[in-house]
T-cell receptor, first 112, second 113 residues
Framework: GEDVEQSLFLSVREGDSSVINCTYTDSSSTYLYWYKQEPGAGLQLLTYIFSNMDMKQDQRLTVLLNKKDKHLSLRIADTQTGDSAIYFCAESITPNFNKFYFGSGTKLNVKP | NAGVTQTPKFRILKIGQSMTLQCAQDMNHNYMYWYRQDPGMGLKLIYYSVGAGITDKGEVPNGYNVSRSTTEDFPLRLELAAPSQTSVYFC????????????FGSGTRLTVV
């Protein structure tokens, strides 16, 4: 499998911005994804970016992709306590079938 | 619209016992997957299916079996449970275009003692 790496923990104060980082190894990644997992729940797709894009913005979420460095980040503006969760980065490599490789997840703790 | 439904939510097995984790989706998705999530680790693909009657191994298939007799159902079977299979198991489904991503079930927490 491919290596997708994330830092394990991030703690921010409510109202601040959060930046969650991810690195991947396969330069032929076609899509890169961010998923959110709340306690006791499955993973929920937050956003995705195609590999020929540098940035994608969706309301409070901004995804930045540095393909040269194989670095993906998720910025959450005005972080709220409801954003506390585990965030997974994932990459999809094979265009003919949806095979994803997931990072180990970053646990975001938002302090009031 | 129920999405992806997994049962049971929790289960404790003794070493050597067998069980089937159920997964059903009602979105007419052709792709279905089984992942396991170990503490502090990412999700690892166990098996996947691209349509009824077609299954294939993922990264960590040993100790598991699957079948896909219908589009809706994708059960995962553990034949001889081992402590190494203690994990949270997620079923997911998707419909062709990979940009859509997966729809996940809420998971089955399995403990083998």
């Amino acid at each position: 499998g491919e290596d997708v790496e994330q830092s394990l923990f991030l703690s921010v104060r409510e109202g601040d911005s959060s930046v969650i980082n991810c690195t991947y190894t396969d330069s032929s990644s076609t899509y890169l994804y961010w998923y959110k997992q709340e306690p006791g729940a499955g993973l929920q797709l937050l956003t995705y970016i195609f590999s020929n894009m540098d940035m994608k913005q969706d309301q409070r979420l901004t995804v930045l992709l540095n393909k040269k460095d194989k670095h993906l980040s998720l910025r959450i503006a005005d972080t709220q306590t409801g954003d506390s969760a585990i965030y997974f980065c994932a990459e999809s490599i094979t265009p003919n079938f949806n095979k994803f490789y997931f990072g180990s997840g970053t646990k975001l703790n938002v302090k009031p | 619209n129920a999405g992806v439904t997994q049962t049971p939510k929790f289960r404790i097995l003794k070493i050597g016992q067998s069980m089937t984790l159920q997964c059903a989706q009602d979105m007419n998705h052709n792709y279905m997957y089984w992942y396991r999530q170990d503490p502090g680790m990412g999700l690892k693909l166990i098996y996947y299916s691209v349509g009824a009657g077609i299954t294939d191994k993922g990264e960590v298939p040993n100790g598991y079996n699957v079948s896909r007799s219908t589009t809706e159902d994708f059960p995962l079977r553990l034949e001889l449970a081992a402590p190494s299979q203690t994990s949270v198991y997620f079923c997911a489904s998707s419909y062709t275009g990979q940009e859509v991503g997966y729809t996940f079930g809420s998971g089955t927490r399995l403990t083998v003692v």
